[in-house]
């Protein structure tokens, strides 16, 4: 386990589980969120997005979190020797995204780039969930398991499964 690729839907604790599997393995963590967007909020320009997701991959090892775009998705989910997919049901990632959103308003999001709004971006989770049955397919997860002959999947169903990963993994 050098280089990991933590993914799925918003608000399913990517961020914490990729924050521990970093402290416990040492790897260095990126979330995507922090290479997408400025300090201001705004988003970088499509090729600054790229040059550091490039970057981040030519590195020996990483534990890369998050989406971004898809073509950068599929050359992470190449370059990873781990993929951890958290694949939760929807009403807990919907309870998270709106935890998250409460919590805000007394402590900043682990992770969070700095001049995000959480409310914008809780309202996009939102719609995003809503969108997502539509992308997290059964079809996604057999084009990534085909990509993955060689590397180690896991597939993280419960919130039981993601408060035990690193014990069970490491």
């Not at 890369?64 to 990873?80: C, K, M, N, P, Y």
Request: some cysteine.
């Amino acid at each position: 386990m050098k280089r990991v690729a933590v993914f799925g839907k918003p608000g399913g604790g990517k961020s914490t589980l990729s924050s521990k599997l970093s402290a416990e393995t040492g790897i260095k963590l990126c979330a995507l969120d922090l290479i997408e967007y400025n300090t201001n909020g705004e988003r970088f320009s499509a090729e600054m997005y790229s040059k550091k997701h490039t970057e981040l991959l030519d590195a020996d090892s990483w534990i890369i979190e998050g989406l971004g775009t898809l073509e950068s998705f599929w050359l992470r989910i190449d370059a990873a020797d781990t993929l951890i997919y958290v694949d939760l049901p929807y009403y807990i990632h919907y309870w998270w995204v709106t935890k998250r959103l409460l919590k805000s308003w007394f402590v900043k999001p682990q992770g969070w780039p700095e001049g995000c709004s959480v409310f914008k971006a809780t309202l996009a989770s939102w719609k995003y969930l809503r969108l997502s049955p539509g992308f997290w397919t059964a079809e996604l997860f057999a084009e990534i398991q085909r990509r993955a002959k060689d590397k180690d999947i896991y597939r993280i169903t419960s919130v039981k499964e993601i408060n035990n990963f690193t014990k069970r993994c490491l």
